[in-house]
């Protein structure tokens, strides 16, 4: 799941609106794909194209967003992956206020370490580097762009399951424009049903920070992907935030296009 990760500065909105709308774009980029702590690459040769809708609703806030989230996966060789990341075009509506416009775009390489393996007992490790770039419309720019580090640790278990851990840090500036450092951290739960359905149950916290910088951020996540054929898959994504610093009800669906 790349997120850009921003403070969006809207002067005709309140403090808690510019939060609201904030807290939903760092989230975007995790509802972009089905699975945040994995260690799987493309493969070098191999191209995969995401195309989403998202919805992020919270009644509580008045707040509600639609984006257009779409992710390329191009693999440069058999451990190593660019893609990049943008929830593409944004309607955010808080207190009555309109705002649209272009998302950033986040840049990233993944690169892993070594593949799991249930026999073995072998733990999947890879890492990640996430460079976010301001080029977004002005109320939705993250002003000096963003960067994220993370390492994942997967585990193959019986069943077709699996098990990853994802810890990070994330450097961004807060609202006051000023910069900030914080760690962030996903556990994902993941099995196959069968050759095409796929399912993901996540705990997903985009950053552990104080209040001044956004406050901690902590979502549930459910997932599922399935083949229609060797190409095309489907992808859907429901994510709950589990306190009042980010929307409460983020959901994104779309298709997958592989090469």
């Known amino acids: 799941m790349n997120r850009n990760i921003m403070n969006r500065h809207k002067t005709a909105m309140t403090l808690a609106t510019q939060l609201a ?80 416009g272009m998302a ?22 890879a890492v990640q580097l996430e460079q976010g770039l ?17 390492f994942t640790a997967t585990w193959a278990l019986p069943e077709d399951a699996s098990i990853g851990v994802q810890p990070g840090l994330l450097r961004v500036r807060n609202g006051d424009g000023n910069w900030y450092v914080a760690p962030s951290m996903s556990l994902t739960v993941a099995k196959s049903w069968s050759p095409k359905l796929r399912t993901v149950a996540e705990l997903i916290a985009p950053q552990i920070t104080s209040q001044k910088n956004g406050g901690n951020e902590a979502y549930f996540a459910l997932g ?19 306190n009042k610093n980010a929307p409460q009800n983020n959901f994104a669906a779309g298709v997958n296009v592989k090469f």
């Open 134 to 150: 301001p080029t977004g419309a002005t109320a939705f720019r993250a002003v000096g762009g963003s960067t994220a580090l993370k």
């Open 21 to 100: 709308v904030a807290m939903a774009a760092m989230l975007g980029t995790h509802l972009a794909t089905a699975a945040e702590a994995e260690t799987d690459v493309m493969g070098k040769g191999n191209t995969q194209l995401e195309f989403k809708l998202g919805v992020s609703r919270d009644r509580v806030a008045a707040f509600h967003e639609s984006s257009t989230p779409f992710v390329a996966r191009i693999g440069v060789s058999d451990t190593l992956e660019v893609r990049v990341v943008t929830d593409g075009y944004l309607k955010s509506k808080v207190d009555g206020v309109t705002t649209k």
């Open 224 to 242: 599922a992907t399935y083949s229609l054929t060797d190409m095309f898959e489907l992808e859907a994504t429901y994510a709950r935030s589990l």
């Open 104 to 125: 950033d775009t986040n840049l990233g390489l993944r690169l892993r370490l070594q593949e799991t393996d249930e026999k073995t007992g072998k733990v999947g490790m």
